[in-house]
């Protein structure tokens, strides 16, 4: 089983990057998968997920209308496209999967499978 985090690196405030993960040995179709994001120090939270039907995402309030997290369930993979970057988006980001299937659960022991993490750097 293993999700394959990609599209990191860097991007400029305002500009845009789009991350996408890529699952395989497992049928993830009713699971809920989510992105995670990390800074050095501090605890991984979470940033968005998307339930198992890939209609009902869920945002913290701090990307809402920014982030956008999508799958494409016919070829198992998760994406999240950043728009308006912004300084603070600078982490590491981890794609997570979840038996529980609302993409809705918000802490990290909610999610069974965890990808490499993907590291995002906004800066000028």
């Known amino acids: 089983v293993q999700l394959q985090a990609s599209g990191g690196g860097l991007g400029q405030p305002g500009g845009s990057l789009t991350l996408s993960c890529a699952a395989s040995g497992h049928n993830f179709d009713y699971f809920g998968m989510a992105w995670f994001r990390q800074v050095p120090g501090k605890e991984r939270l979470f940033v968005a997920g998307?339930?198992?039907?890939?209609?009902?995402?869920s945002y913290v309030d701090s990307v809402k209308g920014r982030l956008t997290i999508s799958r494409d369930k016919a070829n198992n993979t998760l994406h999240l496209q950043m728009n308006s970057l912004k300084p603070e988006d600078t982490a590491v980001y981890y794609c997570?999967?979840?038996?529980?299937?609302?993409?809705?659960?918000?802490?990290?022991?909610?999610?069974?499978?965890w990808g490499q993490g993907t590291q995002v750097t906004v800066s000028s």
């Open positions: 997570a999967a979840s038996t529980y299937g609302s993409g809705n659960v918000r802490r990290m022991n909610g999610y069974e499978y």
């Open positions: 998307i339930d198992w039907s890939a209609r009902i995402p």
